[in-house]
Structures are given as C-alpha cells and as structure tokens.
C-alpha cells in the first residue's frame, strides 16, 4: 500500500500496486505528451530553417552568377571601347557574335537557375512532405493518447472519489458508532469481531483448535481470548494467549500499545501459552503499528501487536509454522519420556543412597557418641580408681604411723603425761 495525497481538497489515502501502477502510467503519458510536444516544436523550427537555408543558398548563387555576368559585360565593354579604333570595321559582326554567345550564356545561366529553383522546390515539398507526415502521424498519436488519457483520468477519478466516498461513509458510519459505545462496549465489540471472524472458518481451518475466552483470573489478570490447536495424537502444536484493545475517540486519556505488553506477557507465562498477540487500534495514526504485524520480541519473548485485518493470518502464519516443527516436538517428547524414566530411576537411586547414606551416619554417631561415653565412664573410673588408690596409701601411711606410737613418743617432752602415765603405772602395781 502507499499512501497519496490529494493536491485538490489535501485529503490522504492509501493505494494498492494496481492503482499506483495506473497512477504512475498517467504521469508517464504526460512526459510522453510533452515529449512529443517539444520533438513537434523542434520538427516545426528545423523546416523554418531548412526553407530559409535553402532560400538564402539560391538567392546567394543567383547573385553570384548576376555579379559574374555583369563583370564579364563590363570586361567585354572596355575590350570593345579601347579597340574601337583598330577592329571599328569587324565591331559589327564580332558585337553581335559576342552578343548571342553572351546571350546564350546568359538564356543557359537562367535555365540553370531555374532548374535550380525547380528543384529547391521540390526538395523543399518532398522535406515538408516527410515533416508535415510526421507531424500528422505524431498529432494523431497524441489526439489518440488525449483520448485513452483523458478516459483513464476519468475512469480513475470515479474510482477513487467512489473508494473516498464509501471511506468517508465507512469513516463515519465508525465514528458514528463509537461516540454511542461506552469503553467497556468498544473493547467487547473489537472481540466479537474477531470471535466471528475466527468462527467463520474454524471448522475448515480450525477443526480440532481452542477458541474461548480467558476466565481464569486466579493469577490476579487475566486475557482476553486462549488459542491453543493441536494434532492427531492430542499433542499440542500451538498456543496464543489474545489480547483485544480499543477505545473511543473521545478518551480524554489516551493509552498506548507498550502498556499493556507486561500484563499481556504475565498472562501467557501463567496460562502457559507459548505466543503473546495484541490485537490492537490504539493509536491510529502510529506508522510502525499501521505496516502490518510488529515483532516486539526485543523486549517481550515471542510478542506480536496486530490490527484486526491481520487477526486471521497470524494465527494462521503461527499455525503453520508450528505444524512445521511437530515432528521435531514429537521426536523431543519421546526423548523426554525417555528422559523421566531415566530420571525417575535415577532419583529413586539417589533417594535410596540418601537414606542409606543417612541411616550410615546417624549409625556413625550413635556409636561415636557411645565411645565417647565409654571414655568418659573410663576417665571417671580411672579417677575413682586414682582416688580409692590414693586412700588405701593414705589408710597405709596412718597405720603405720598408728603402729608406731608409743608412751614414750606421746610423753617425750611432755613431762605432765609423763607423770600421769608413771602414777598409772604405779596404781596398776599396787593393784596386783
């Protein structure tokens, strides 16, 4: 599509490649039209200057052949008048031979110069003959193309006042509408569009696809619309989570197309959908939205923003790529499977090493804990065993020193038990 603008009324419209092609064709006649023009124009002013060119080289020789023929005459009369005296017998006849010779000359001069005009003439006729063809030739050209030019520009004109027209009526009819639709009623009316659209041909297109709306809202948000399609064998080939946004033109606020990408990408991850597509009107006159559809996977993996013309041909694209690659997906499945059985062996391995490796240690520490009483128990009885020995050396020590008192060690240096122990001795002899 490109876009024309009109020099009469200002307005901007958009063309196909047929209708610029015969855009483009119009402004190729008028070049040709003013070609032709202008090689007419030349054609006219190389005659003018063949006709003079050709008058000025005839006037030219005829002057130079009267100038030739009047220095001869004048040559001839001063021969006659300076030998007038010597030949006045002969002037007679020799005057008029020279006469008719000079008459003849000159009679053959004039045929000359008039078989030379004769045929200037006809050169001049037969070169404006070849023009004058030409020029008929070309103005009936151009009469012709004037003709199929001005029916094209009159076929063309109705044809696009027509398609401006029924825009115009289309345009207005739109607005029309939406100044009577609350937001809430705009955004439903952009999805049951492309609910319809996609229900016209889903059983052709689409019979085994997932068309519905997004109610799922336990994540906090949700979509608008889920599209997931799938093959024979119940394995999913694609999936896309829709959003739909419009808005009135009488929004005070106007909300652009980013706002929405960080939500519409929250909602796939939750859904688990593998495409994000935003099908969009916000912001109209944006150029880059307006060219078709838009990969925005630079900020948001696997995210497209479309206007609805587009809504059936990306899911159609997407589909078809993704039927592409399902032999590859299935091939990726089984390898998975394999993989979880693997894995699943793999786990139930190491769960069995972790407990036995779990009992091995606790196992490990009762026992190392029961050494470690032991040893304690042993330090213990080995300090009981130290302190018992200690006592018996002490026991030991006290009797031998008990074994070794006597009277005299108890009474030396003390002369009152002296006394007392002799006066018990004493009683104890007077007693026997």
């Known amino acids: 599509m490109r876009e024309i603008k009109c020099p009469n009324c200002g307005k901007t419209f958009n063309l ?51 100038a030739k023929r009047d220095v001869e005459i004048e040559r001839l009369k001063a021969e006659l008048k300076s030998s007038a ?22 009679a053959r001069l004039k045929e000359e110069l008039k078989a030379a005009d004769v045929a200037k003439q006809l050169a001049l006729k037969e070169a404006l003959g070849d023009v004058e063809k030409e020029r008929d030739n070309l103005k009936r050209d151009l009469e012709v193309k004037d003709v199929e030019q001005k029916l094209r520009e009159s076929s063309l004109k109705e044809k696009y006042e027509t398609q ?67 093959e024979e064998a119940s394995t999913e080939s694609i999936s896309i989570m829709f959003e739909m946004k419009n808005e009135c033109d009488t929004t005070a606020t106007k909300k652009k197309n980013e706002d929405f990408f960080k939500g519409l990408d929250k909602d796939r991850n939750e859904k688990g959908c593998e495409y994000a597509v935003l099908v969009s009107l916000l912001e109209p006159d944006h150029e880059l ?20 013309q587009f809504f059936i041909p990306m899911i159609t694209l997407l589909r078809n790529a993704a039927q592409n690659s399902l032999k590859y997906k299935a091939e990726l499945a089984l390898v998975k499977a394999q993989n979880v059985d693997i894995t699943n062996f793999e786990d139930e391995l190491d769960s ?10 606790l196992a490990s520490r009762r026992f190392q804990t029961t050494i470690d009483e032991i040893d304690k128990s042993i330090d213990h009885l080995q300090k009981t065993k130290e302190a018992l020995l200690g ?14 008192v006597t009277i005299k060690k108890l009474t030396r240096g003390n002369p009152t038990m002296a006394a007392k122990f002799a006066e018990l001795e004493k009683t104890d002899s007077n007693d026997d």
Do not use: W
Not at 93 to 104: F, I, Q, S, W
Not at 352 to 361: C, E, Y
């Open 16 to 66: 196909d490649e047929a209708g610029y092609a015969d855009i483009l064709h119009q402004v190729r006649d008028e070049a040709f039209d003013k070609a032709l023009h202008e090689r007419l124009a030349l054609a006219e002013q190389d005659k003018k200057a063949a006709v003079e060119l050709a008058e000025t080289k005839v006037a030219s020789e005829m002057e130079k052949e009267a």
């Open 85 to 106: 005296e010597l030949v006045e017998a002969k002037v007679t006849g020799v005057l008029k031979d020279e006469a008719a010779k000079k008459d003849t000359e000159i």
């Open 164 to 230: 401006i027209r029924d825009r115009d009526d289309a345009i207005e009819r739109l607005k029309d509408l939406k100044a009577k639709l609350s937001t809430k009623m705009v955004g439903e009316t952009l999805e049951q569009h492309c609910e319809i659209e996609f229900n016209k041909i889903r059983a052709t297109a689409f019979p085994r696809a997932y068309f519905e709306k997004d109610n799922d809202a336990s994540g906090g948000s949700k979509g608008d619309y889920v599209f997931r399609d799938s």
């Open 289 to 308: 939205y307006n060219t078709g559809i838009v990969d925005v996977s630079h900020r948001y993996p696997k995210m497209y923003v479309i206007r609805p």
């Open 352 to 361: 069995f090493k972790a407990a036995f490796g779990k009992n091995v240690d």
């Open 391 to 404: 006592t018996d050396r002490n026991l030991r020590l006290a009797n031998d020193k008990a074994q070794d």
